[in-house]
T-cell receptor
Framework: EPEVTQTPSHQVTQMGQEVILRCVPI?????FYWYRQILGQKVEFLVS????????KSEIFDDQFSVERPDGSNFTLKIRSTKLEDSAMYFC????????????FGQGTRLTVV | GESVGLHLPTLSVQEGDNSIINCAYS??????FIWYKQESGKGPQFIID?????DKRQGQRVTVLLNKTVKHLSLQIAATQPGDSAVYFC??????????FGAGTRLFVKA
């Protein structure tokens, strides 16, 4: 069964450092997303990406965040200068045309900022 | 602000019984309402969705009911199994490229 894969599974970084979280969406999907989940809380939308550009972003997705699809398979989230409050589980998701409500999520990357 | 929320943080049911997880929403403009399941250490998993012009939709062992009059959504799981133990999120999709999640309900299944 096709799945969304994310690397690394756990990333520890020092405050102020840049991190890049990586995702390989399902191959025939065209819509890509990043969400985050602070421990014990709900899943929060960050950004959606289609046709090589951002479709929609939330208030959380400020200038410290950026996304990129560097090639035909990877989708990355970069946090330029991490803060303690960026510590969370980050989920990548993808969906196919005609089924936008059915997003397939990866296992997540746990980001810990110290 | 948040437009989707859940009534209870936890629900405990006996194996074999039916489970009902409830959700209230405030945004009448949402096109779809969705249920996701999240098992420990995993990402959310799509269960079922319902278009806003429908009242009921059935899947495999699950039924979603939508009551637009009182802005209420429920997920019914028939013959609950231990594998159903998870956190369940209701969510809304408003036609844009995002899903807005509500707070979760943790379902415990007692053997």
């Amino acid at each position: 069964e096709p799945e969304v894969t994310q690397t690394p599974s756990h990333q520890v970084t020092q405050m102020g450092q840049e991190v890049i979280l990586r995702c390989v969406p399902i191959s025939n999907h065209l819509y890509f997303y990043w969400y985050r989940q602070i421990l014990g809380q709900k899943v929060e939308f960050l950004v959606s990406f289609y046709n090589n550009e951002i479709s929609e972003k939330s208030e959380i997705f400020d200038d410290q965040f950026s996304v990129e699809r560097p090639d035909g398979s990877n989708f990355t989230l970069k946090i330029r200068s991490t803060k303690l409050e960026d510590s969370a589980m980050y989920f990548c998701a993808s969906s196919e045309p005609g089924a936008l409500t059915e997003a397939f999520f990866g296992q997540g990357t746990r980001l810990t900022v110290v | 602000g948040e437009s989707v929320g859940l009534h209870l943080p936890t629900l405990s049911v006996q194996e074999g019984d039916n489970s009902i997880i409830n959700c209230a929403y405030s945004n009448s403009a949402s096109d779809y309402f969705i249920w996701y399941k999240q098992e420990s250490g995993k990402g959310p998993q799509f269960i079922i969705d319902i278009r806003s012009n429908m009242d009921k939709r059935q899947g495999q062992r699950v039924t979603v009911l939508l009551n637009k009059t009182v802005k209420h959504l429920s997920l019914q799981i028939a013959a609950t199994q231990p594998g159903d133990s998870a956190v369940y999120f209701c969510a809304e999709w408003g036609g844009g490229f995002k899903t807005i999640f509500g707070a979760g309900t943790r379902l415990f299944v007692k053997a």
